[in-house]
């Protein structure tokens, strides 16, 4: 059986970044926020160190949501909920201080999503039988 690290490809940060953006933005429409794990884990699948996989998540969604909020101020009224809020704690005029705290938050998600999947493919690669080692070779006599 072959591991995981053989299928997928090591395509760098930058592409990974990439994939994870698009996956994170495409998976944020369903609503669902423990999506943007999934999202992190499948970005880190074309990564092989946790540092840069991390960063591949963390970055990654947290880009999505930013694009997303960017596609909501200028649509919808996503700044003048973002005000509300903020109006509730009693800091007026700090809109933007609940959006890049949301962006965070999406990223932390993606990070430790990205982790996550980091470390759970290292497991199953470990625990899958290394072809050329265990295969008993027949004796030729």
Not at 3 to 26: E, H, R, Y
Not at 40 to 47: D, Q, R, T
Not at 62 to 90: H, K, N, R, S
Request: glycine share 12%; aromatic share 10%; net charge neutral.
């Amino acid at each position: 059986m072959r591991k995981i690290d053989d299928i997928m490809p090591n395509i760098g940060f930058i592409p990974a970044l990439i994939v994870t953006i698009v996956i994170g933005a495409a998976l944020q429409l369903s609503g669902a926020w423990i999506a943007m794990l999934i999202a992190g884990a499948l970005g880190s699948l074309f990564v092989r160190r946790h540092r840069i996989a991390f960063l591949v998540g963390f970055l990654g969604i947290m880009f999505a949501w930013a694009i997303l909020f960017v596609y909501l101020i200028l649509t919808a009224q996503a700044m003048a909920i973002a005000e509300f809020f903020i109006g509730l704690l009693g800091l007026s005029g700090m809109g933007w201080l609940v959006i890049v705290i949301s962006c965070l938050l999406g990223g932390l998600l993606g990070g430790f999503g990205s982790l996550f999947g980091r470390s759970l493919v290292e497991l199953i690669d470990e625990l899958i039988p290394n072809n050329t080692q265990d295969r008993k070779e027949p004796l030729n006599e």
